[in-house]
Structures are given as structure tokens and as C-alpha cells.
């Protein structure tokens, strides 16, 4: 393939420099910014990041701050789950959703104080929908995207790592929870979460000038553990079935066919622009959802579009994501899938680029 042109549109990180000495692979485009995917390869990237640690630069998972008296009246304008009970210091997956009840994103809110959010976007333009909310219903609010990026540090050895750079008291700090720690004089908040089932966490390094410096710290204490350049691994999130915003589903999708109605408190989340329409189809329930799939063979190619799900001459859905998984020696898939094909056990064919493949839709993930 033709390789893609630089430019200001094109951004690039605080820790591109570092990911770049590491010898990075391949890169893609997410919120307007580079995301690594590749360093050595996909499947010794896998193998590694289950086995060691791993710094990633997820700088691209882009900042909305939300600040001002009707901030958290806002935030709960945007997703269907129930605020009322979360605390500063906590961080929630949060689908946001527009008025027909469409997934706008799948975010991570992080409620830093009553008057002030961080919205840890996936990749879609959120903030002109913010923005937008905020102007029409003449909220009392600042919004903008502050000079903050994600630095991520995921695997088995990552609380040992960041414990080596900020101190043991990250080792208090819960799932989905942040507390603040020093770093070059800075107040950082280093949350334990991640886009892995490794475990892990997720340093919000406000102000670029330090990206380069804490990297170097990260990457200098963790030469015994053999830490190294990571980035988010395509088989390792299949097999955990985390979703990707913009490939497993779109604002075609409501978050109960995404598998997302866990997180929806539609009942009681008053005030989310959605609520209507999610109320309506909460009561009749999906007539499609995603699945895990097990595409049977010899490794699939990698899917950048939508491959059909068949029931003999049927289309009963389609896949999303698939790779190779090396742990559980088949191809892992993520898909949409009819309800009268959606049962544990049901045999599908998938149209991959190659050829038709046999298939089964699976109930859980791998991971
Ligand atoms: N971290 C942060 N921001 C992000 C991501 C992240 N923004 C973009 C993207 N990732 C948003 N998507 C997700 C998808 C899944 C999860 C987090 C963000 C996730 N899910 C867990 C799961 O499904 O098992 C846990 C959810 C829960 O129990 O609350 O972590 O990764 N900062």
C-alpha cells in the first residue's frame, strides 16, 4: 500500500518521538491524530503484552473538558447511564448517544470534581455535539480540549512498572478508579484502566512539555521487566471483546446491539437527549447484536470492511473484526448478527475477501 502524506491535519503526539526510536510499523489515523498498531508484529506485540508490560501512546484517545456549574447537567445529557452515583475520582464507560438513541462514541467519563469532566473520547467528533448542546440549551459551561494525553502502561507487570515511577500508592487505586500523583512537580491523574484485558493503567499527562520525560522515566525503571513500545493489540481486544467505535458499530447502532445495555440506566438517566427513543427500544429489545464469532480455518485476512454473515443465501449479519488468535489457535471475530441466527452454537458461513468460511456464533468472548 501507498503510504499516507503528513501534514498538520495529520496529528502528531507528545510521545511520537519516543514511539518513533522504537521502531513503530504501522500507524493509523484516530481522531485526527496517530495511533500506533504495530511495533514488531501483531502476534509478538500479543505475546508480549500478556506476558511483560507495555507503554502506548493512546495520546489520540482525545480530552473533552466539561467545567462550570451545569457540567455534570451536561455530561448526563449525553449517555443513558446513570451519573448520579459516581463520585470525583471514578471513571465510567459511557455510551453516548444522539436522539434517535444512535451511538455517537463509547467514551471514558472522568469525574475529576462536581464541576469538572474529562470525556476520554473514541474516535468521532464529539465535541461539536457537546459544543452544540451546550450552545442550544444555554448551558453555564467551558468546553474545549485541554493539552492532556493518555499515556497507557498495560500487562501483567504494569502495576510493578507505574508503582516504580510514581510510588506504591498507585497500588490503592481500584478498577475504573484515579487518584493523583506527582510527577516532575505535576499533579498527574493515573487511573487503573485500559483498552486491554491485561490490567493496567492510564496516566492523563497534562501539558505536553512532559510527554518525552515521562516516557524515558517509564521506559528507564522498566528495563528489568522488559517493558516496550506498545500500542492496542487487534487480537488481544477481539479475544477481550472490547469494542472499536467507527468498525464494530456506528450511529446505525443503538447501545443495546452493541452489547452495551449494561451500562444504560435509560429509566432513571433523566435528562439524556436519547431517553425516548432508548426507552422504545429497550421495550421490544434488539432484533441484532454483537457476537463473538469463531471463524473456523487457517487465518483470516485482516478486515477493513464489512464481511456478510450468511445463512445459506441469507445475509443474518456481518463481522467487523477478526484476527488470528495465536492462545486459542482460531480465528476470534466480532459481529452483528440477527436474533434468529444469534444463539450460541449457530453455524454461519462469513465472506471473507479469500473465500466463504465456515463460522460459529459464539456467546462470550475469548477473554
Ligand atoms: N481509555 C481511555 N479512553 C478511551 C479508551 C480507553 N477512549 C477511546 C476508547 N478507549 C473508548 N472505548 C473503550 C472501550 C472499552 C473500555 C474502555 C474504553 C473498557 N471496557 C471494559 C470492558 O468492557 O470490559 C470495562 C468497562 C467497565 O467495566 O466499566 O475498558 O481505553 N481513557
Not at 522515566?217 to 472490547?242: H, K, Q
Request: net charge negative; hydrophobic share 40%.
Amino acid at each position: 500500500m501507498a503510504l499516507i502524506s503528513l501534514s498538520r491535519r495529520l496529528r502528531r503526539t507528545p510521545f511520537s518521538d519516543g514511539v518513533e526510536a522504537a521502531g513503530v510499523k504501522g500507524y493509523t489515523v484516530y481522531n485526527r491524530m496517530l495511533l500506533p498498531t504495530v511495533f514488531r508484529s501483531i502476534e509478538e506485540d500479543y505475546r508480549h503484552l500478556k506476558e511483560a508490560v507495555q507503554v502506548w501512546d493512546v495520546a489520540c484517545e482525545r480530552q473533552i473538558e466539561i467545567r462550570g456549574p451545569d457540567a455534570t447537567r451536561l455530561v448526563q445529557m449525553l449517555t443513558p447511564r446513570d451519573l448520579r452515583a459516581m463520585l470525583p475520582g471514578q471513571c465510567y464507560y459511557v455510551p453516548i448517544v444522539d436522539e434517535t438513541g444512535g451511538m455517537l462514541n463509547d467514551p471514558v467519563a472522568v469525574k475529576l470534581a462536581e464541576d469538572r469532566w474529562w470525556i476520554s473520547i473514541a474516535d468521532s467528533d464529539l465535541l461539536f455535539w457537546v459544543k452544540g448542546l451546550a450552545y442550544g440549551f444555554r448551558l453555564d459551561v467551558l468546553i474545549q480540549e485541554p493539552d492532556v494525553s493518555p499515556l497507557a502502561v498495560q500487562g501483567p507487570l504494569a502495576e510493578d512498572l507505574v508503582a516504580a515511577v510514581f510510588g506504591d500508592a498507585v497500588r490503592n487505586v481500584r478498577f475504573f478508579r484515579f487518584g493523583l500523583f506527582a510527577f516532575r512537580g505535576r499533579q498527574l491523574v493515573v487511573a487503573r484502566s485500559g483498552y486491554s484485558k491485561q490490567g493496567g493503567f492510564e496516566i492523563y499527562v497534562e501539558g505536553s512539555d512532559i510527554g518525552m520525560s515521562l516516557w524515558h522515566a517509564l521506559m528507564e525503571a522498566g528495563r528489568s521487566m522488559d517493558v516496550y513500545a506498545g500500542c492496542p493489540n487487534l487480537i488481544e481486544r477481539i479475544e477481550g471483546g472490547l469494542l472499536s467505535y467507527g468498525n464494530d458499530m456506528t450511529d446505525e447502532n443503538t447501545p443495546h446491539e452493541c452489547g452495551l445495555g449494561r451500562f444504560c440506566n435509560t429509566q432513571t438517566a433523566i435528562g439524556c437527549v436519547g431517553r425516548d427513543a432508548l426507552l422504545r427500544v429497550a421495550r421490544e429489545g434488539p432484533v441484532r447484536q454483537i457476537r463473538a464469532i469463531e471463524i473456523y480455518g487457517d487465518r483470516v485476512p485482516g478486515c477493513d470492511r464489512l464481511w456478510p454473515v450468511m445463512a445459506g443465501d441469507t445475509q443474518v449479519g456481518h463481522v467487523s473484526s477478526a484476527a488470528w488468535s495465536p492462545d486459542f489457535e482460531t480465528n476470534v471475530a466480532i459481529g452483528m448478527v440477527r436474533m434468529t441466527h444469534w444463539d450460541e452454537g449457530t453455524d454461519v458461513d462469513v465472506i471473507t475477501p479469500d473465500g466463504v468460511r465456515a463460522a460459529c456464533v459464539r456467546d462470550m468472548f475469548w477473554a
